[in-house]
Structures are given as C-alpha cells and as structure tokens.
C-alpha cells in the first residue's frame, strides 16, 4: 500500500488523535509563519539602521574632509613671503580654486561640498562671476552623486538662483527656482523647508521686478508653512 492510503487509513482509525495533530500543525505553521514576517522585520530594520550608520560615517568623512581643505588647502594656497602680508580672502580662494578639480577627482561628493562652500564666500564677497562658477560645478557633481532630487542639490541651485537675483537675471533666477519648486512640491511635499524657500525666493525675484501682487502671493504662501515648521520644532 502506498504511503498516503496508510496515512488516510491511520486518519480513520485515530480521528481524535489525527484532529489534534492538525491543530498543532496548522499552530506550527502559523508560529513558522509570523517568526517569518518577525525574521525579514528584523533584518530589514538592520539593513536600515547599517544603511543609517554608513550615511552617517559618510556624512563624518565628507565634513571632515571639506574641514580640512578650509583649514590646510585655503589657508596654505597662498604664501605671505610671495604676495605680502596683506593677502585678500579673494587671493585665498582663487589660489585654492586653481587645483581643486584634480585634487578631489576621486570623491566627487567632498568636491562638491567644497565648490558649493567656496561658492557662498565667493557670493559673500559680491564676486558673483565666481560664486556662480562654483556653484554650477556643485550642482553638477551634487546631481551625479546624490541625484537632482536631493535637498543639498536643491539648496545650491536655490543659491545660484539668488546670485542671478543679484545679477540682475532675473528670468534665469525665476526658472532655476521654479524647477526647484516643482521638484520639492513632488519629492518632499508642500510642507518642507525646501518648498518654503523656493517660494520665498520666487518672492523676491517678483519684488525685484515689480511684480508686487504676484510677490505677494509668494510669500502668503510660504509663511504658514514657515510658522507650522517653527511650530513643530519648539
């Protein structure tokens, strides 16, 4: 006889003891079933919280990186024995800048941070040309690296935007922000900073062309989203 009709003839014979073994067999493969669910739980909160820890030590090296640049690169890029000892901020960065691509060819990501940091020094000195160079060549590596969706590219290309603001282009400005504000509203929602600060800025470059109703708007759309995000922090 085969295996299955003395199986079902034992079923006959032992239906007390048959139904109980089902009982337990249908408990086993329940208990089977959720330590299962409880198992990928586990190892996908692992795999995250290891996702978590190298972006965090990734975050570390980059800062670590750019700090040392500021702190060895900028400072050494001029010599006080060759040019004096009234260097400018402005002889420090061009110095520095000269060499910057070849020196960080291979970490695309800490170039990036540095261009978009020397960028906002250049923007605070009023040297425009220069702060939109660096920026562009920051919002290029930043969207090979992290993508055009991320906040670090949205932010740099919000900061080119306010240097073509103060360079008068202001339809260069408006589009860049635009585009940002387009992407923030689909990546990260209406309420987030990054969509905030795209219509603040659109704001200003409205103002700056006398545009005062449309400015307006801008920023009576930005302020609730302001306070509620300030309210959320305190």
């Known amino acids: ?14 239906r007390a003891a048959t139904a109980a073994l089902a009982v337990v067999f249908v408990a086993l493969l ?28 990734r ?27 009234e260097v400018t901020v402005l002889e420090v960065l061009n110095a520095a800048s000269e060499n910057l691509g070849d020196q960080f060819q291979g970490d695309p990501i800490v170039a990036a941070n540095i261009h978009h940091t020397i960028a906002l020094t250049y923007f605070d000195l009023g040297a425009f040309e220069s702060a ?30 306010s240097i073509y603001e103060n360079m008068s282009r202001f339809g260069k400005a408006e ?11 689909r990546v990260y929602g209406e ?21 005062y109703e449309e400015a307006e708007a801008y920023h009576r759309e930005a302020l609730p989203i302001y306070e509620d995000l300030i309210g959320e922090r305190t």
């Open 132 to 161: 939109e160079e660096h920026f562009a060549q920051a919002i290029e590596l930043f969207e090979q690296t992290v993508g055009a969706e991320a906040q670090v590219t949205l932010e740099a290309k919000t900061d080119l935007a």
């Open 175 to 185: 589009s860049l922000l635009s585009g940002v504000l387009e992407t923030a509203r």
């Open 1 to 14: 006889p085969s295996a299955l009709y003395k199986l079902s003839k034992f079923a006959r014979r032992n």
């Open 30 to 57: 329940g208990a089977v079933v959720v330590s299962s669910f409880a198992l990928a739980r586990v190892t996908e909160q692992r795999e995250i919280a290891d996702a978590s820890r190298k972006d965090a030590d």
């Open 191 to 211: 309420h987030h900073v990054r969509t905030a600060s795209a219509l603040t800025q659109l704001g200003h470059v409205a103002l700056d062309r006398g545009n």
């Open 59 to 85: 975050e570390r090296g980059v800062a670590e990186a750019v700090s040392n640049f500021l702190r060895n690169d900028l400072l050494r890029a001029v010599s006080p024995q060759e040019q004096g000892h």
